[in-house]
């Protein structure tokens, strides 16, 4: 979340060819952490633990969870749908395990999703349909 936000890999490209695009990067291009929304799909172990420290980051944090969430950490908003975490979150972060059903995350879901937002797959393969 943090590479993305302050674009690390891109700076790094342009620093290694010796280029610098101080308007590209520099006057807090950067939008920070604090304040956003984080959209946590899949609510087990490991989401909840990127709950915590996106709290620690100042971030809002809503889940959703196939088996539904239940005892979530103070301050975790739940959502019924995929549709409405799309809708509302500045960073989607997947953590689910695939299914035989076929993939969870499509363009439908992509569609929906705020248009900077940033999208973190930590899913196995099969999760979204790419």
């Known amino acids: 979340m943090l590479a993305c936000d302050r674009r690390i890999v891109a700076q790094d490209k342009m620093l290694k060819k010796a280029t610098w695009a101080k308007g590209t990067f520099g006057d807090g291009r950067?939008?920070?952490?604090?304040?956003?929304?984080?959209?946590?799909?899949g609510f087990g172990r490991i989401g909840r633990r990127v709950a915590i420290?996106?709290?620690?980051?100042?971030?809002?944090?809503v889940a959703w969870s196939r088996s539904g969430v239940e005892n979530a950490p103070a301050g975790v908003g739940l959502v019924a749908t995929l549709h409405a975490l799309a809708a509302q979150c500045d960073v989607?972060?997947?953590?689910?395990?695939?299914?035989?059903?076929?993939?969870?995350l499509g363009d439908e879901f992509f569609s929906e999703m705020k248009r900077n937002a940033i999208f973190i797959n930590i899913a196995r393969e099969g999760v979204v349909d790419e």
């Open 30 to 41: 950067a939008k920070g952490l604090k304040g956003r929304v984080l959209g946590i799909i």
């Open 53 to 61: 420290l996106a709290q620690a980051f100042g971030m809002h944090v």
């Open 92 to 104: 989607v972060s997947v953590h689910t395990a695939p299914d035989s059903s076929g993939p969870l």
